[in-house]
């Protein structure tokens, strides 16, 4: 009688045990194709983030500045005589 309830016991075990492990893979496996989906979003935000570098660096480059501040405002480097130095 007792190796049958040890017997009953070890298969309750048993079973639990093999539950568990699937469910642990069933978890893993989530986590790693949420993790790899993560992984291409941030892949993604480092390239959009390197095109954002380049084209601020294409907007502050001096020469064009020049150009904008020329053209659309009407700007220009004072004459000679228009310059005046004030000493303290």
């Known amino acids: 009688m007792i190796a ?3 017997l009953v016991v070890l298969l309750l075990a048993n ?3 093999a539950i568990g492990v699937v ?5 893993h ?3 790693f194709v949420e993790l790899t989906r993560l992984e291409r ?3 993604e935000l480092n390239i959009d983030f390197g095109r954002l570098q380049l084209e601020q660096a294409t907007w502050a ?17 004072p004459e000679t ?7 303290p």
């Open 41 to 43: 979003a941030r892949d």
């Open 29 to 31: 496996r989530q986590l």
């Open 4 to 6: 049958r309830i040890v």
């Open 23 to 27: 469910h642990a893979r069933h978890q």
């Open 61 to 77: 480059e001096s020469n064009r500045i020049d150009q904008v501040a020329r053209q659309r405002l009407g700007m220009k480097f």
């Open 15 to 17: 079973v639990i045990t």
């Open 81 to 87: 005589a228009d310059i005046v130095v004030i000493r």
